[in-house]
T-cell receptor, first 115, second 114 residues
């Protein structure tokens, strides 16, 4: 079974530029999560999708971050404009459902460096 | 908001020594999940505990969930160099509509000296 795919793996941009990340979850997984992991910290949930609808985006900085999952499968996360403090690894995870007992499977992440 | 704290932040052990990391939540949890992240890697699910006072074992790893469902521990017996990595606990807040929303602790970084 293929895992969660993410691209790109690495991205370096200058502040105020825009960047987009892509995630393809495990086939059949209805729930998709985007996390931000700053060096030395645990992952922090940014947004949670159930199929193509947003379940929770309470921790998403909506003035600069946006995400979509138009067809309920793959998803993109965008930052516009980027700030220095956005430097982090952006992890995508998927689960069969949004039930709290479902295992979340993480992708390899995209490491973003903002200069 | 919900906070999940882990101690210690770092642990250095000699191969063969035991290791324990502790996890404490500011709120009661529906369940507690443990993940391992190897250096440069991504979090990988280890186990989930649901019941109050539950204890589960995976080979040399023993996981406990507190009676009040607010704390947990992971104990590794006779560490090996393959145990190196960061161990995270995470849990959804009990009640409400938190669904699968996990709050992660900051992790315990384990290094094992051969």
């Amino acid at each position: 079974e293929a895992g969660v795919a993410q691209s790109p793996r690495y991205k370096i941009i200058e502040k105020r530029q825009s960047v987009a990340f892509w995630c393809n979850p495990i086939s059949g997984h209805a729930t998709l999560y985007w996390y931000q992991q700053i060096l030395g910290q645990g992952p922090k949930l940014l947004i949670q999708f159930q199929n193509n609808g947003v379940v929770d985006d309470s921790q998403l900085p909506k003035d600069r971050f946006s995400a979509e999952r138009l067809k309920g499968v793959d998803s993109t996360l965008k930052i516009q404009p980027a700030k220095l403090e956005d430097s982090a690894v952006y992890l995508c995870a998927s689960a069969e459902t949004h039930d709290y007992t479902d295992t979340q499977y993480f992708g390899p992440g995209t490491r973003l460096t903002v200069l | 908001g919900q906070q999940v704290m882990q101690i210690p932040q770092y642990q250095h052990v000699q191969e063969g020594e035991d290791f324990t990391t502790y996890c404490n939540s500011s709120t009661t949890l529906s369940n507690i999940q443990w993940y391992k992240q190897r250096p440069g890697g991504h979090p990988v699910f280890l186990i989930q505990l649901v019941k109050s006072g539950e204890v589960k074992k995976q080979k040399r790893l023993t996981f406990q969930f507190g009676e009040a469902k607010k704390n947990s521990s992971l104990h590794i017996t006779a560490t090996q160099t393959t145990d190196v990595g960061t161990y995270f606990c995470a849990g959804p807040r009990a009640g409400g509509t938190s669904y699968g929303k996990l709050t992660f602790g900051q992790g315990t970084i384990l290094t094992v000296h051969p």
